[in-house]
């Protein structure tokens, strides 16, 4: 599939993701591969898993989290689609605690805190302006009711009480590394058009739409409050991102076994969408807006 092609046919019912859905890597591309490995260690507490010439692999010690691909001379990121935000979901509030003990030690600036309901963020940008959220989510017992009809979760934007998320980890040392259990916990993407991009990943890819933002709409599997978002805040109508910017490369998401894998990849051809079968590697698609997703078997 290619550039701003829509696809041709939509299934006759809405298809459904596996409830074991979790994301994968994403990959980043950066300008300077040794200032980003250095930014995410002492903003986020990754440790570098493996570097292989100009790709550096990061994580908290399990499966990878980021993969980053130095560009030099890449261009900043405009209006156009692509990256908005990569989210890094700590396992605990005490993790996300440590997280921003550790920002304070280094100086390091937020673009935003935020208090949403169901989880407690943090937004920052990185040495190349990637968006970055560090996140840790609320126990789904205690997310809000849906306000309004038709959404499944009870999402809202309030400020974050620092000190009070401060205060868990009273006492300690500054940490540098996080612990396990670090994840990419969602991707928030700029898109053309919202209705189009439900379209593609609610209709074919099969992520439910569980609410919506003036001007954006968020998605997931298995009823968490979103591994998807997209958004038109880059401006209504914007194309693809050029191929020599700063910004997500791809994301990828871990379904149970590759008979969910087939089934995705099924419904994608038969609306016209080209997949890319990579073996071992899994498949890749590409939305209206060429931004690439990876579809991997849990093994």
Do not use: C, K
Not at 128 to 147: K, Q, V
């Amino acid at each position: 599939m290619s550039g701003m092609s829509t696809p041709s046919t939509a299934p006759s019912s809405t298809p459904t993701l596996p409830d074991a859905l979790r994301l994968g890597a994403a990959h980043l591309t950066v300008t300077d591969l040794d200032r980003s490995v250095a930014w995410y260690q002492d903003v986020a507490g990754l440790r570098q898993h493996g570097r292989d010439g100009a790709v550096a692999r990061l994580g908290a010690g399990g499966e990878d989290v980021l993969v980053l691909h130095e560009q030099p001379g890449a261009r900043p990121a405009g209006r156009h689609a692509g990256l908005f935000h990569v989210a890094l979901l700590y396992p605990s509030r005490l993790e996300l605690s440590r997280t921003t003990r550790r920002l304070a030690a280094n100086r390091l600036p937020l673009t935003g805190a935020s208090d949403h309901g169901v989880s407690e963020a943090l937004y920052l940008r990185d040495p190349d302006g990637n968006g970055i959220e560090l996140y840790a989510d609320r126990p789904r017992s205690a997310w809000p009711a849906p306000t309004e009809a038709g959404q499944q979760v009870g999402m809202y934007t309030r400020a974050l009480d620092v000190e009070d998320l401060l205060r868990v980890s009273d006492g300690e040392d500054v940490r540098r590394h996080a612990a396990e259990g670090l994840a990419v916990g969602h991707l928030h993407l700029h898109v053309g058009r919202v209705p189009q991009a439900v379209a593609f990943y609610r209709d074919l890819v099969g992520f439910a739409e569980v609410t919506t933002y003036p001007g954006a709409s968020f998605l997931s599997a298995g009823g968490y409050h979103h591994h998807l978002a997209v958004n038109v805040w880059a401006g209504e109508g914007v194309g693809p991102a050029p191929a020599d910017a700063v910004g997500l490369r791809e994301w990828s998401a871990v379904l149970p076994d590759d008979a969910a894998v087939g089934a995705v990849r099924a419904r994608l051809e038969a609306a016209g969408v080209a997949v890319a079968d990579e073996g071992a590697a899994g498949v890749v698609l590409r939305d209206p807006w060429d931004i690439a997703l990876r579809l991997v078997t849990a093994r």
